[in-house]
């Protein structure tokens, strides 16, 4: 399988990469086989909504497509349904990603998850 017309979108122009200075939700996930990692940053309101998002990234382009297209997909939302976002939904999102390269769109749902409950401990949220 090919890389769709919107892997190939987001690759060459990710949405949302850069740092937020004042996230109030961070965390970096890494792929021990091959080795990328992605940064995720979090501004999220005190009604739990996500104000802002972005990433930076270390990885290959489906890793790029897959935490610009993760980003875009929670901006504006609930942590709670950010937090239901599964891999597969942010691959079908793109039009599919290629067997051998499914797996580097765990990096942007992990690092979303695990920013997100560390927030939720943070702050005594269940
Ligand atoms: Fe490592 Fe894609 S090859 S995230």
């Known amino acids: 399988m090919e890389y769709t017309e919107k892997v190939m979108d987001h690759f060459l122009n990710p949405r949302n990469v850069r740092k937020i200075d004042d996230a109030n939700a961070i965390a970096e996930v ?3 086989t091959c080795g ?3 940064k995720l940053y979090l501004k999220i309101t005190a009604e739990g909504i996500i104000e802002d998002i972005s990433f930076q990234t270390f990885g290959c382009g489906a890793a790029i497509a897959t935490s610009s297209m993760t980003t875009e997909m929670v901006k504006g939302k609930h942590i709670d349904e950010a ?3 599964t891999r597969e939904q942010v691959a079908d999102e793109l039009g599919g ?3 051998n390269k ?10 979303l998850h695990k920013a997100i ?4 401990a943070k ?4």
């Not at 797996?103 to 942007?108: D, E, R, V």
């Not at 702050?123 to 269940?126: P, S, W």
């Open 30 to 32: 890494g792929n021990a």
């Open 36 to 38: 990328d990692i992605i």
């Open 83 to 85: 937090l239901a976002l």
């Open 97 to 99: 990603l290629p067997a």
């Open 102 to 111: 499914m797996h580097c769109s765990n990096l942007a749902a992990d690092a």
């Open 117 to 120: 409950k560390e927030y939720k």
């Open 123 to 126: 702050n005594g949220l269940k």
